[in-house]
């Protein structure tokens, strides 16, 4: 870092990462393939991959004060008949705020709303993150996926 500014450490930083992964990928190097089930994008060095097992949703809204209790929207699309869904809610600082539990067993349908409830004290208003867990058996092999996390804000209140 220089002395006198304050700069320099961050691009200094980001041109060694690059340089030792072996440079910046061409965009015909590139590829996405979707199939039923999955969408991958295959950029060499960095691979992401959510399965389309469903989804949650939440308006972006005020903070109120107190607390309350904002409605999640979600839809799942699990692969087998015999499953049971997490959905975690985290804060802007990453913090595992709480857990929703959806259950085959149960009368929770597929499509639907549930609850968070929220303190306004308690956390601090920005971009809050949503993300779905799908835990599945296949005969008797349990398999686990996570889904595309989706982002709301919860703004200050006026």
């Not at 705020?97 to 259950?103: A, P």
């Not at 549930?114 to 398999?143: K, M, N």
Request: glycine share 10%; hydrophobic share 35%; net charge positive.
């Amino acid at each position: 870092m220089h002395r006198r500014t304050g700069r320099g450490v961050g691009a200094a930083l980001v041109l060694a990462l690059v340089l030792a992964v072996g440079g910046l990928a061409p965009a015909s190097s590139i590829v996405t393939t979707a199939s039923a089930a999955t969408t991958t994008t295959v950029v060499p060095g960095v691979v992401g991959t959510y399965p389309d097992y469903g989804s949650a949703d939440v308006r972006n809204q005020r903070l109120r004060r107190g607390c309350h209790t904002y409605r999640v929207d979600y839809v799942l699309r699990p692969p087998t008949p015999d499953w049971s869904a997490l959905v975690q809610l985290y804060t802007p600082r990453s913090r595992k705020l709480g857990t929703l539990l959806l259950d085959a067993n149960r009368p929770d349908p597929l499509v639907g709303h549930r609850g968070f409830e929220i303190c306004g004290v308690t956390v601090a208003p920005g971009r809050f993150r949503i993300q779905v867990e799908l835990i599945y058996t296949d005969g008797r092999e349990e398999y686990r996926a996570l889904t595309r996390p989706t982002f709301f804000r919860l703004t200050r209140r006026r």
